[in-house]
């Protein structure tokens, strides 16, 4: 069993940056693919990126690539989202999901644990 403790989250201006943080409860964190995803009030969750639990491997959702970077410390068992220039429609609660297929994964159904989630609100 893995727990699963997002922090970090807030109310920021659009333009502005904040960085998510999530730690993991389990000693073996580093095998385990790492991903955050987000949903926003009446709509589905949605995948915003991924690492994997070998070292190089990411992936982004389009509506994020160059803006947010998903990095992780092993050493912590933490994962961190850092989000920068953010916009109104990044309103959502974000998740931190992990998952034992080692391989960075857009796919909600390939992770095994989730967080309680952290809500960001961007302001206009």
């Known amino acids: 069993q893995v727990q699963l403790v997002e922090s970090g989250g807030g109310l920021v201006q659009a333009g502005g940056s904040l960085r998510l943080s999530c730690a993991a409860s389990?000693?073996?964190?580093?095998?385990?693919?790492m991903g955050w995803f987000r949903q926003a009030p009446g709509k589905e969750r949605e995948f915003v990126a991924a690492i994997s639990g070998i070292p190089g491997g990411t992936v982004y959702a389009d509506s994020v690539k160059g803006r947010f970077i998903i990095s992780r410390d092993n050493t912590k068992s933490t994962v961190y989202l850092q989000m920068n220039s953010l916009k109104p429609e990044d309103t959502a609660v974000y998740y931190c999901?992990?998952?034992?297929?080692?391989?960075?994964?857009?796919?909600?159904?390939?992770?095994?644990?989730w967080g309680q989630g952290t809500q960001v609100t961007v302001s206009s």
């Open positions: 999901a992990a998952g034992k297929t080692i391989l960075a994964t857009t796919t909600t159904a390939m992770y095994d644990y």
């Open positions: 389990r000693r073996a964190f580093g095998s385990y693919a």
